[in-house]
């Protein structure tokens, strides 16, 4: 099965291309240029690179969210457009779930993403890794930083990553302490979120593209006004 899977929530745009359990590639550009000017122009690069079409896809996956509203709206627009006009199933995946995926890559343990919400929030969740994958410990939403930080455990080891750390680490680091530590990953996501969508077609959770929905913990600027 071959699978595209695209990233757009957050300014670490990415696009990846697996077949089976082989990543035959990840493009991934940080850019002041918008997602919408990049997204098909990396898409037909990554395809081409591998002397591929659209048409040879099998499924697709999308990080659905959360993350930037307008970025979501660009990967799930994309995403659907290409599903619909090639009747392929496509996975919606966890913004933050890819990202516990990526931070799990070191072995068991618990993991925490972190992405900045802007207004004083924080969309984030905690997993623990194991053999059998990734456990929802503390549900994935939006937080403000210290009710979030204050349900986290004492006295393990929590891996963070993510865009929030670089607003509220040293908030995080007076919470945690210690245990807190903070592996280097790339922000790019797009291989983890095509394992992931890989895993959710075949376990027959893929959707069509009329019913493919973004994932949002909470209402937009423009809807709350």
């Given at each position: ?45 990554l ?7 659209v ?34 199933p496509?996975?919606p ?11 799990s890559?070191d ?34 939403g ?14 393990r ?6 865009s ?7 908030k ?9 530590c ?16 890989a ?23 423009a809807?709350?006004?």
């Amino acid at each position: 099965m071959l699978v595209l899977a695209v990233d757009t929530t957050t300014p670490s745009g990415s696009v990846a291309l697996l077949e089976g359990e082989v990543l035959l590639g990840e493009a991934g550009i940080e850019s002041p240029a918008t997602h919408s000017a990049r997204l098909l122009r990396t898409i037909d690069f990554l395809l081409g690179a591998h002397g591929r079409d659209v048409k040879d896809v099998d499924a697709f996956a999308v990080a659905a969210g959360p993350g930037s509203f307008t970025g979501i709206r660009i990967g799930v627009g994309a995403v659907k457009a290409l599903a619909f006009a090639s009747g392929k199933p496509v996975a919606p995946v966890s913004t933050l779930l890819a990202l516990a995926e990526k931070l799990s890559g070191d072995g068991e343990g618990l993991v925490c993403p972190l992405l900045d919400a802007k207004k004083e929030e924080i969309y984030a969740g905690l997993f623990e890794a194991g053999a059998a994958g990734l456990a929802e410990i503390i549900p994935q939403g939006a937080y403000t930083p210290d009710a979030f930080f204050a349900r986290l455990p004492r006295g393990r080891a929590i891996a963070f990553a993510g865009s929030g750390l670089a607003v509220y680490r040293e908030k995080l680091l007076a919470a945690v302490g210690p245990g807190a530590c903070f592996p280097r990953r790339s922000s790019f996501i797009a291989a983890e979120v095509a394992r992931l969508g890989a895993a959710i077609v075949r376990g027959g959770g893929g959707v069509d593209a009329a019913a493919l929905e973004p994932i949002y913990y909470r209402r937009s600027q423009a809807e709350e006004k």
